[in-house]
T-cell receptor, first 113, second 112 residues
Framework: GNSVTQMEGPVTLSEEAFLTINCTYT??????LFWYVQYPGEGLQLLLK?????DKGSNKGFEATYRKETTSFHLEKGSVQVSDSAVYFC????????????FGTGTLLAVQP | DAGVIQSPRHEVTEMGQEVTLRCKPI?????LFWYRQTMMRGLELLIY????????DSGMPEDRFSAKMPNASFSNLKIQPSEPRDSAVYFC??????????FGSGTRLTVV
């Protein structure tokens, strides 16, 4: 079936460090891929998305590229801030008749000053 | 826009009691989703609606759970009777296209 696998956390970084959170997916066809972020005590917010192979989603300094050949959608940021501390979820969605988001387990990021 | 509104934010109830969680989606959004989040199982899709009609309820854990969407501006999720293992954060999300979701702030349910 369709699934998303994320690297386990927590990921602990110092401020201004480089961030990578790995995400791979298993799916038939061409799903859309997403990264959501959940700050403490809040709901999930869409961070970025990509709808086809080689697309790059970007927002707030975060980037992820849809790699069909490696079935990956790794999240990166060049210089993290304390305010980036949150849980990050990778997700896929086909839309249409099977229209639902399938989430990974989430990765907790803790950025220390 | 006020976003997706969920109520209550927190609910503490005794085992065996009925629990009702409420959701108001964003106006104009045709899709509504109910998710449950726990440490052990992560985010699980319970049920989703399109144009007020339940499309997929395969994630509803058992008959104690039910969800309705009587109109485009309201949905509720009921648990009757509630059990301690139902303790979780329940999220509602809505979408216009079915791809971009907007989540509510969630209801933290504790069953004692």
């Amino acid at each position: 079936g369709n699934s998303v696998t994320q690297m386990e956390g927590p990921v602990t970084l110092s401020e201004e460090a480089f961030l990578t959170i790995n995400c791979t997916y298993t799916a038939t066809g061409y799903p859309s891929l997403f990264w959501y972020v959940q700050y403490p005590g809040e709901g999930l917010q869409l961070l970025l998305k990509a709808t086809k192979a080689d697309d790059k989603g970007s927002n707030k300094g975060f980037e992820a590229t849809y790699r069909k050949e490696t079935t990956s959608f790794h999240l990166e940021k060049g210089s993290v801030q304390v305010s980036d501390s949150a849980v990050y979820f990778c997700a896929l969605n086909y839309g249409g008749a099977t229209n639902k988001l399938i989430f990974g387990t989430g990765t907790l990021l803790a950025v220390q000053p | 826009d006020a976003g997706v509104i969920q109520s209550p934010r927190h609910e503490v109830t005794e085992m065996g009691q009925e629990v009702t969680l409420r959701c108001k989606p964003i106006s104009g959004h045709d899709y509504l989703f109910w998710y449950r989040q726990t440490m052990m199982r992560g985010l699980e899709l319970l049920i989703y609606f399109n144009n007020n009609v339940p499309i997929d309820d395969s994630g509803m854990p058992e008959d104690r759970f039910s969800a309705k969407m009587p109109n485009a501006s309201f949905s509720n999720l009921k648990i009757q009777p509630s059990e301690p293992r139902d303790s979780a954060v329940y999220f509602c999300a809505s979408s216009k296209t079915g791809r971009n979701y907007t989540f509510g702030s969630g209801t933290r349910l504790t069953v004692v």
